[in-house]
């Protein structure tokens, strides 16, 4: 779960903003559109080079401590990632699954009926749209909690890949996100974008995972947008808003290793 360490006083000013963000949220600009989608080009181009070298993943040169167990969390954005009225998060996860192979990862991947136990409480619910052999699109409710409890409606594009005999590749787009108001009541509706918080306007995941050393290193790589903090609040929320897109990647990639870690049909 997203852990909320911020200050009582960033809370309160949190709470506040609940009532003012809408009124000046807005679909991104669209020059921040265009400088994640020139910022996400240049990933998924070094990932296609990375994917058929020698070293499918940025793995550090001492791998003990992630065979003993501690995962890795690396940011990854440049400081020139800021964009008009938007902000760009990218991080990364990597983790060692003692025992888990290929096969075991990319069945679990495609098990969305399963998410929302695997995922719980970030995934409420998780279907597929359609499928076209290693394509797919899927629907998902999600939920964050921190000081807010923000439900979304996301729609995603996946596709699944196999660049060499033990390793397994997943690329997914969000197509559509909604903020949902009064979820699970008879007052429940998707916000407008001009409604809506901005808290997350983009996600594109990258699961890279390799069987190797007697078990499995999976790595994840998630690149956010939102809307931007207000000016003169970055003191108060800044922190916290930063911390919101690392806290949620490690929470997948820890709940994604533990799943690997049960026995099949668990």
């Given amino acids: 779960m997203i852990r909320s360490t911020i200050p009582i006083a960033a809370a309160a000013v949190l709470l506040a903003l609940a009532a003012v963000l809408p009124l000046r949220a807005a679909e ?13 080009s240049t990933i998924e181009a070094r990932l296609a080079v990375q994917h058929n070298s020698a070293n499918y993943l940025a793995l550090p040169a001492d791998t003990q401590s992630l065979r003993s167990g501690q995962p890795l969390i690396e940011t990854l ?5 800021s964009l008009p009225a938007a902000m760009l998060h990218h991080w990364r996860g990597t983790a060692f ?10 069945r679990l991947m495609r098990a969305y009926d399963a998410y929302p136990r695997i995922y719980s409480p970030q995934v409420l619910s998780a279907r597929i749209l359609s499928r076209n052999a290693d394509r797919y699109q899927i629907a998902m409710r999600v939920a964050q909690k921190h000081v807010l409890t923000v439900v979304m409606d996301t729609d995603y594009n996946v596709t699944f890949s196999q660049p060499g005999p033990r390793r397994i590749a997943t690329v997914s787009h969000s197509t559509h996100i909604a903020e949902i108001d009064s979820p699970g009541t008879a007052r429940e509706r998707a916000l407008t974008p001009a409604e809506s918080h901005g808290f997350l306007w983009r996600l594109n995941t990258y699961w890279s995972a390799e069987e190797r050393d007697g078990g499995l290193y999976i790595q994840i790589e998630s690149v956010t947008l ?7 609040l970055g003191w108060a929320i800044g922190p916290f808003v930063e911390s919101v897109p690392r806290d949620s990647l490690e929470f997948t990639l820890t709940a994604t290793r533990n799943a690997l870690k049960l026995p099949p049909n668990m």
């Fill in 97 to 106: 699954v003692p025992g888990a192979t290929a096969a075991a990862f990319d």
């Fill in 226 to 232: 939102s809307r931007s903090i207000p000016t003169g």
């Fill in 28 to 40: 991104p600009t669209a020059a921040a559109t265009a400088g994640f989608d020139a910022y996400v």
């Fill in 77 to 81: 954005a440049p400081a020139s990632a």
